[in-house]
């Protein structure tokens, strides 16, 4: 069974450091590797994706993704309480050009 | 507002009675999803269309669950003789088939609880 892998949290970080959120998968051909924000009650928003080794970078997001240990991460720089939210790893289903798998998310808070 | 659009929001039912959502995916888009979430859990894939022809659907979806997408545009999830386990968030996405697919965009969720 293809599993994505998110420590659930809270994870607490005071305002204006560096909040960093990890994802394993189990699938070692996986290609495609999204990062989703959800606020409470609101549904999933698409922050950014990577299909290559190394990192992206968006403006305060960074995502890295390291194929060999399967694990892809996501940097938030200057963090700002309104980044608190879940933040959801998902990884397309190898053999499928649409069907992704999703992580359970990781639950951030930021404190002030 | 040119995002994806839910109706209704929030639905609440008694167990046994069938109930319908719908669907409206971003104008251009012609890939639509359907998701269910539960507490503290992800998304999970319900079914997926491409235009009008339902490419997708879960093994996992009871055959209470049918969806339709008769032109091509709107979508419409309907689940049949409710059971409690079936509340949770339905989501609905939309994407491009050219360009990048993964790029799934979500609209607001309807609530459903099954009483």
């Known amino acids: 069974q293809k599993e994505v892998e998110q420590n659930s949290g809270p994870l607490s970080v005071p305002e204006g450091a560096i909040a960093s959120l990890n994802c394993t998968y189990s699938?070692?051909?996986?290609?495609?590797f999204f990062w989703y924000r959800q606020y409470s009650g609101k549904s999933p928003e698409l922050i950014m994706f990577?299909?290559s080794n190394g990192d992206k970078e968006d403006g305060r997001f960074t995502a890295q993704l390291n194929k060999a240990s399967q694990y892809v991460s996501l940097l938030i720089r200057d963090s700002q309480p309104s980044d608190s939210a879940t933040y959801l790893c998902?990884?397309?289903?190898?053999?499928?050009?649409?069907?992704?798998?999703w992580g359970a998310g990781t639950k951030l808070i930021i404190k002030p | 507002d040119t995002g994806v659009s839910q109706d209704p929001r929030h639905k609440i039912t008694k167990r046994g009675q069938n109930v319908t959502f719908r669907c409206d995916p971003i104008?251009?888009?012609?890939?639509l999803y359907w998701y269910r979430q539960t507490l503290g859990q992800g998304p999970e894939f319900l079914t997926y269309f491409q235009n009008e022809a339902q490419l997708e659907k879960s093994r996992l979806l009871s055959d209470r669950f049918s969806a339709e997408r008769p032109k091509g545009s709107f979508s419409t999830l309907e689940i049949q003789r409710t059971e409690q386990g079936d509340s949770a968030m339905y989501l609905c996405?939309?994407?491009?088939?050219?360009?990048?697919?993964?790029?799934?965009?979500f609209g607001p969720g309807t609530r459903l609880t099954v009483t």
């Open positions: 998902a990884v397309k289903l190898v053999g499928s050009n649409y069907q992704l798998i």
């Open positions: 699938d070692r051909g996986s290609q495609s």
């Open positions: 990577i299909y």
């Open positions: 996405a939309s994407s491009l088939a050219a360009g990048d697919p993964y790029e799934q965009y």
């Open positions: 104008s251009e888009h012609n890939r």
